[in-house]
T-cell receptor
Framework: QQQVKQSPQSLIVQKGGISIINCAYE??????FPWYQQFPGKGPALLIA?????SEKKEGRFTISFNKSAKQFSLHIMDSQPGDSATYFC???????FGAGTRLTVKP | ETGVTQTPRHLVMGMTNKKSLKCEQH?????MYWYKQSAKKPLELMFV???????ENNSVPSRFSPECPNSSHLFLHLHTLQPEDSALYLC??????????????FGSGTRLTVV
C-alpha cells in the first residue's frame, strides 16, 4: 500500500526555470515531510524537510509548500541548474514512507 | 570517516551463492534500516533495527537475513537469491526509530546482480 503518491515521474526544465514536484499523503498522523535528492551511483541525501505546523519552508533555491487540509506538499526549485538534475523523493513520517521518485533533468 | 558506509559497492552472485552486505554508521544513530531500490519502484523498506532490536520486517523472503550486532553495524546475509532480487540495496540510519523528525542518512548502496 503506497501511502505517499508523487508526481510527475519525470520532469524536464530549462536552465533558470522553476521545477515543481508534488506529493500527496494519506495518513494524517504523519508529522515530518522530508525531500531527498539522489544522484546516480549515490544514496538519497536529505535536501529539505518541513513539519505540519508551517505552510512553507525555504532553503536557498529550494522551497517546500505544505497544505495540511489537502494533505499535499510540493518541492519548488527556483532558478533550476543542470547540477540539480537528479531523482527527487518525497517522504512522510511517522513511519517513513517514500514516494516513487521524480527524475528531474535540467537542460542547459 | 563519517556518514554511512556500505560494502561492497557492487556484487554479482549466482543463485546458489551465499554473500553478505555490510553497513557501518559513524553518526551515533540509534536506528538502522535496509531498503531495496528497484527501477521505477518506490523505495521498499525491508528491515528496521532500533537499539539493535529488530522492530519491523516487511514480509521479506527468508533468503534475506539481517543481523545487527551493535548500533553501528548492520549486515544483510543473502542466500539462494533469485534474479528478481537484483537491485540497489541501501542502508540508512537515523537518530531515532523510524526517522521521525530527523530524517535518514543513507549510504551509497550495494548494486546487487543475481545471475
Amino acid at each position: 500500500q503506497q501511502q505517499v503518491k508523487q508526481s510527475p515521474q519525470s520532469l524536464i526544465v530549462q536552465k533558470g526555470g522553476i521545477s515543481i514536484i508534488n506529493c500527496a499523503y494519506e495518513n494524517t498522523a504523519f508529522d515530518y515531510f522530508p525531500w531527498y535528492q539522489q544522484f546516480p551511483g549515490k544514496g538519497p541525501a536529505l535536501l529539505i524537510a518541513i513539519r505540519p505546523d508551517v505552510s512553507e519552508k525555504k532553503e536557498g533555491r529550494f522551497t517546500i509548500s505544505f497544505n495540511k487540509s489537502a494533505k499535499q506538499f510540493s518541492l519548488h526549485i527556483m532558478d533550476s541548474q543542470p547540477g540539480d538534475s537528479a531523482t527527487y523523493f518525497c517522504a512522510a513520517s511517522g513511519d517513513m514512507r517514500f514516494g516513487a521518485g521524480t527524475r528531474l533533468t535540467v537542460k542547459p | 570517516e563519517t556518514g554511512v558506509t556500505q560494502t561492497p559497492r557492487h556484487l554479482v552472485m549466482g543463485m546458489t551463492n551465499k554473500k553478505s552486505l555490510k553497513c557501518e554508521q559513524h553518526l551515533g544513530h540509534n536506528a538502522m534500516y535496509w531498503y531495496k531500490q528497484s527501477a521505477k519502484k518506490p523505495l521498499e523498506l525491508m528491515f528496521v533495527y532500533s537499539l539493535e532490536e529488530r522492530v519491523e520486517n516487511n514480509s521479506v523472503p527468508s533468503r534475506f537475513s539481517p543481523e545487527c550486532p551493535n548500533s553501528s553495524h548492520l549486515f544483510l546475509h543473502l542466500h539462494t537469491l533469485q534474479p528478481e532480487d537484483s537491485a540497489l540495496y541501501l542502508c540508512a540510519s537515523s537518530q531515532d526509530g523510524q526517522g521521525a523528525g530527523y530524517g535518514y542518512t543513507f549510504g551509497s548502496g550495494t548494486r546487487l546482480t543475481v545471475v
